[in-house]
Antibody, heavy 120, light 111 residues
Framework: ELQLVESGGGLVQPGGSLRLSCAASVFTVSSNYMSWVRQAPGKGLEWVSLIYSGGTTSYADSVKGRFTISRDDSKNTLYLQMNSLRAEDTAVYYC??????????????WGQGTLVTVSS | QSVLTQPPSVSGAPGQRVTISCTGSSSNFGAGHDVHWYQHLPGTAPKLLIYGNNNRPSGVPDRFSGSKSGTSASLAITGLQAEDEADYYCQSYDSSLSGSVFGGGTKLTVL
């Protein structure tokens, strides 16, 4: 069965950095669009970033310039490098596979999430 | 403040029908972008429930249905069951923001 497993979350101080990983099984990350979506405590889902199969990337304004999405094809793994972290970045981060559609992409498989806490 | 607007909560008794609304704008639904719906139990992976306005992935019961008209969309759940108690999110693409957007989520309580 298709599976996504996130790791790398934890407690980090404001201004610090963290790298999240998302290991995929059954399907090939590089052949698909992949995204990161987060959920802050008590809040709804928020799209964070997208990487297309061709390698082009896209970011929400709230993280642009601070976060970088990437992938390692040899490890079939998606990453999210998070720098200059702020308290408002505290959230559970989910990776998800994206299915492209003519009138708007959607997320067909999600991981269980990894918690990132930004606090001093 | 989410780009797509959902009611914070809805409730219904077992066997009843409930609907969850999702209101967008000219830059998402009004621009012709589809609505997709997800079911989320805290601590678990969100699950795709409806895609492309009214399509169900394999394995999703036909008790769940979706619709979209103009700048509004809705999710309907018939024959409500205790296991349906969860948070539900609508999602679309926004041309102005150049990215996916979600509703704030609606908590469904089965009485």
């Amino acid at each position: 069965e298709l599976q996504l497993v996130e790791s790398g979350g934890g407690l980090v101080q404001p201004g610090g950095s963290l790298r999240l990983s998302c290991a995929a099984s059954v399907f090939t990350v590089s052949s698909n669009y992949m995204s990161w979506v987060r959920q802050a405590p008590g809040k709804g889902l928020e799209w964070v970033s997208l990487i297309y199969s061709g390698g082009t990337t896209s970011y929400a304004d709230s993280v642009k310039g601070r976060f970088t999405i990437s992938r390692d094809d040899s490890k079939n793994t998606l990453y999210l490098q998070m720098n200059s972290l702020r308290a408002e970045d505290t959230a559970v981060y989910y990776c998800a596979r994206v299915l492209p559609a003519l009138r708007g992409d959607y997320f067909d498989y999600w991981g269980q999430g990894t918690l990132v806490t930004v606090s001093s | 403040q989410s780009v797509l607007t959902q009611p914070p909560s809805v409730s219904g008794a077992p066997g009843q029908r409930v609907t969850i609304s999702c209101t967008g704008s000219s830059s998402n639904f009004g621009a012709g972008h589809d609505v997709h719906w997800y079911q989320h139990l805290p601590g678990t992976a969100p699950k795709l429930l409806i895609y492309g306005n009214n399509n169900r992935p394999s394995g999703v019961p036909d008790r769940f249905s979706g619709s979209k008209s103009g700048t509004s969309a809705s999710l309907a759940i018939t024959g409500l069951q205790a296991e349906d108690e969860a948070d539900y999110y609508c999602q679309s693409y926004d041309s102005s923001l150049s990215g996916s957007v979600f509703g704030g989520g609606t908590k469904l309580t089965v009485l």
